[in-house]
């Protein structure tokens, strides 16, 4: 049975974006309501941006950023240089669980403060959310709203799509699937962002025949 491989989506790793959309989310915070409000940048308390990887150890000098730092900044590069801005939200604008999220309209995406004082635990983050901006790229350009996977599905450790398959619905295993992956492999999400960034996604990273299709009919690729 084919899978769709090719998909528009305009949040990924949340499940539904919110209706009403105020300075104070109507539904209170903890919800996607909330999380909406935050993406379209109208609740803005205590949201900042990520600058590099300096700016992590004066948002929180008590974590030892050594063992990630290269990685960190070598991805905050490629994501600066295709247009991708990186913030750190409080709790109360995701819901309950949520350590991130990434917005295919406006490229940027958003991680939990309470989760990512923990080096390893932003590394994860950052890159499963950056494996979300690469899958961007992959469908044509950054500045659409579509998304590819990268990998063929069966690339993919088995682990990683039983794991998603419990947590998410059926429609966003391809994706999740290799995000979930990338977030949990050093230098994957870097190398993938790196490639976007230098116009050599497809050259590094052969499109899966469906991907490959939809890319010659809307004119990204004409071989």
């Known amino acids: 049975m084919k899978r769709q491989l090719l998909a528009s989506l305009a949040l990924m790793s949340s499940l539904a974006f919110p209706s009403a959309l105020k300075a104070e989310p109507t539904k209170g915070y903890y919800t996607m309501d909330a999380l909406g409000c935050m993406i379209v940048q109208e609740c803005t308390d205590g949201v900042v941006q990520v600058w590099g990887a300096d700016h992590l150890e004066e948002l929180f000098p008590n974590s030892d950023w050594n063992l990630v730092k290269e990685e960190f900044a070598r991805m905050m590069n ?16 995701f819901p309950v669980g ?37 899958q961007d790229c992959m469908a044509g350009t950054i500045k659409n709203s579509m998304i590819a996977i990268i ?15 419990r947590s998410y619905p059926k429609s966003a ?3 999740e699937a290799e995000a979930q992956w990338a977030g949990r492999t050093g230098r994957m999400t870097q190398d993938a962002l790196e490639a976007c960034a230098e116009g050599s996604m497809w050259e590094k990273y052969p499109p899966t025949p469906m991907t490959k299709a939809w890319l010659k009919e809307n004119g990204y690729i004409t071989k």
């Open 98 to 134: 949520h350590r991130g999220v990434y917005h295919t309209v406006s490229n940027n995406f958003y991680l939990n403060r309470t989760y990512v004082h923990r080096p390893h635990v932003m590394m994860t983050v950052m890159r499963h959310e950056g494996w979300h901006a690469a």
């Open 78 to 93: 490629a994501l600066s240089q295709v247009g991708v801005s990186v913030y750190i939200a409080p709790e109360k604008y």
């Open 173 to 175: 295993v391809p994706w």
């Open 151 to 165: 990998k063929p599905e069966e690339a993919v450790p088995p682990v990683w799509r039983e794991m998603v398959e």
